[in-house]
């Protein structure tokens, strides 16, 4: 008789096993979704207080860690190829279109902001950028 009702209630066993299973799962999820959680606001962190170090204005710290999450997102891209040096030196222009527009002078910090990025999200694409940008003519144009 024993036999007859353990096999009657095997669907029991075998829901349970199927509801342990899914939580874990769901358990190892959310563990792995904390975590780059947690990683990307320490890396917001230590951005944000490289940038205050420079003078900075402070950004959001959420806005900054869903923006370039654990990898700094599309800012490590290959920041130092030639379509995203393009792109940078188009917007380093004086805002004209067309013949009008011409290269200007940018003040130094609007390209090491860039470089602070790179160091903490993809410090080994530093060097590269760096190489990049040493050819772009700076000055002191902004005013604090």
């Known amino acids: 008789m024993s036999t007859r ?3 009657e209630h095997k669907w029991i066993y075998v829901g349970a ?14 563990f792995t979704q904390q975590h780059a959680t947690n990683e990307s606001y320490r890396k917001a962190d230590e951005l944000i207080s490289k940038l205050q170090a420079d003078g900075y204005p402070a950004p959001d710290r959420g806005q900054v860690a869903r923006t370039l999450g654990t990898d700094g997102g599309p800012v490590c891209a290959d920041p130092a190829s030639a379509l ?20 200007v002078i940018v003040a130094a910090r609007t390209v090491q902001a860039e470089a602070l990025v790179l160091s903490v999200y993809c410090p080994d694409q530093l ?12 000055g002191d144009t902004v005013r604090n």
Do not use: E, F, W
């Open 127 to 138: 060097d590269d950028y760096q190489d990049k940008i040493k050819d772009i003519k700076t």
């Open 17 to 30: 096993i199927v509801v342990l299973v899914a939580m874990v799962v769901i358990g190892l999820l959310t």
């Open 5 to 7: 009702m353990a096999s």
């Open 84 to 103: 995203r040096t393009g792109l940078q030196r188009v917007q380093m222009s004086n805002g004209a279109a067309g013949p009008g527009q011409r290269p």
